[in-house]
């Protein structure tokens, strides 16, 4: 008769069968807390640029307030002759400027914005959510792994003692 005897340590079965429903369960849990980070990232990301469109607004605003009250008040400046002309085309230049000027900021952070709605807020969304994916596929895998064991370990049980036992 040969010495190899099939069987095993049915308390390190339970233990083992345990340590993969922790760790299927710690895993999924660690994935669902990074998604989690990730969609937060993404909401601040995403507030911050909208504070910087209306930061901008109003900076747009503030700067044609400020236009407006120097064109006023280099229209009451009692001033008439050649100099006064070329200082209203001036002004009229100079106002022109700055309004392309805050017209670009407007334009580019909305564009900034536009862009990372449509690449950059998928794209981390869709890494957040495939890692979530990924997590509850390894808590299913050990599940199912602690389901084996487990089951090894009743069939290994019922062979060894409790089949002998009803001998």
Do not use: C
Not at 15 to 37: H, P
């Amino acid at each position: 008769m040969a010495n190899d005897i099939v069987g095993a340590d049915l308390t390190q079965l339970d233990e083992l069968s345990t340590a993969f429903q922790t760790a299927g369960v710690e895993i999924s849990a660690k994935a669902s807390v990074l998604d989690g980070k990730i969609q937060a990232a993404i909401s601040a990301f995403e507030a911050t640029l909208s504070s910087m469109q209306s930061e901008a607004g109003a900076l747009a605003r503030s700067i044609d307030d400020e236009m407006n009250a120097l064109a006023g008040q280099a229209g009451g400046v009692q001033w008439t002759g050649a100099n006064r002309t070329a200082f209203d085309g001036d002004m009229t230049q100079f106002k022109s400027v700055v309004a392309a000027g805050t017209a670009q900021i407007d334009t580019d952070i909305a564009a900034i914005k536009g862009q990372v709605d449509a690449g950059f807020t998928p794209v981390l969304a869709e890494f957040g959510a495939a890692l979530k994916k990924s997590g509850d596929d390894v808590d299913a895998a050990t599940a199912e792994m602690q389901t084996a064991v487990s089951n090894q370990r009743a069939n290994l049980d019922q062979a060894a003692n409790v089949g002998w036992s009803n001998a």
